[in-house]
């Protein structure tokens, strides 16, 4: 089935470093891509998303690349500041079948970022 | 805009009691599902439905039951609370159709059963 591995943190970086969270995934065919982001007490934004291959979803400063070959969606981000802090949640949703109706989560990396 | 709204967002239940956590949405989604968050677990489908009557288990239905008699409305209700349930609950919408269209989720449901 369907699964997603992302770096399982914490990640505590200073403000101002730059971030990467690894994520790869594993699905038959073509999936849709995203990064979800939680911040403390809330519930989950969309962060950014990708649907095929080679797209790159950007939003906030922070940016994802759909690489097929490596069935990666890597999340970056130049230069982080303490409202960045939260858990960020990569997803795929599969384009057929009984994924099509979910997403299938990986289990968050929590950031911190210090002044 | 409402998007998609759970009540109640906090609560404490004493194991054996039964309740419901509603959610409803207003963006006329076809789809609407229910997620479980734990810790260390990322989030985990309950239930879902792909339309009004039509109902379906995901990956950790027990425990739950769900009924779609509207659209817009989407309860989950657990019958017999149990310690393992405490958890945070998150309702999820989305129009059907391409695996890009985006999931909305509402803010979240704190449960502890005690």
């Known amino acids: 089935g369907d699964s997603v591995t992302q770096m399982e943190g914490p990640v505590t970086l200073s403000e101002e470093a730059f971030l990467t969270i690894n994520c790869t995934y594993t699905a038959t065919g073509y999936p849709s891509l995203f990064w979800y982001v939680q911040y403390p007490g809330e519930g989950l934004q969309l962060l950014l998303k990708a649907t095929k291959a080679d797209d790159k979803g950007s939003n906030k400063g922070f940016e994802a690349t759909y690489r097929k070959e490596t069935t990666s969606f890597h999340l970056e981000k130049g230069s982080v500041q303490v409202s960045d802090s939260a858990v960020y949640f990569c997803a795929l949703r599969s384009n057929s079948g009984a994924g099509s109706y979910q997403l299938t989560f990986g289990k968050g990396t929590k950031l911190s970022v210090i002044p | 805009n409402a998007g998609v709204t759970q009540t109640p967002k906090f609560q404490v239940l004493k194991t054996g009691q039964s309740m419901t956590l509603q959610c409803a949405q207003d963006m006329n989604h076809e789809y609407m599902s229910w997620y479980r968050q734990d810790p260390g677990m990322g989030l985990r489908l309950i239930h879902y439905?792909?339309?009004?009557?039509?109902?379906d288990q995901g990956e950790v239905p027990n425990g739950y039951n769900v009924s779609r008699s509207t659209t817009e409305d989407f309860p989950l209700r657990l019958l017999s609370a149990a310690p393992s349930q405490t958890s945070v609950y998150f309702c999820a919408s989305s129009y059907k159709g391409q695996s890009g269209n985006t999931i909305y989720f509402g803010e979240g449901s704190w449960l502890t059963v005690v």
């Open positions: 439905s792909v339309g009004a009557g039509i109902t």
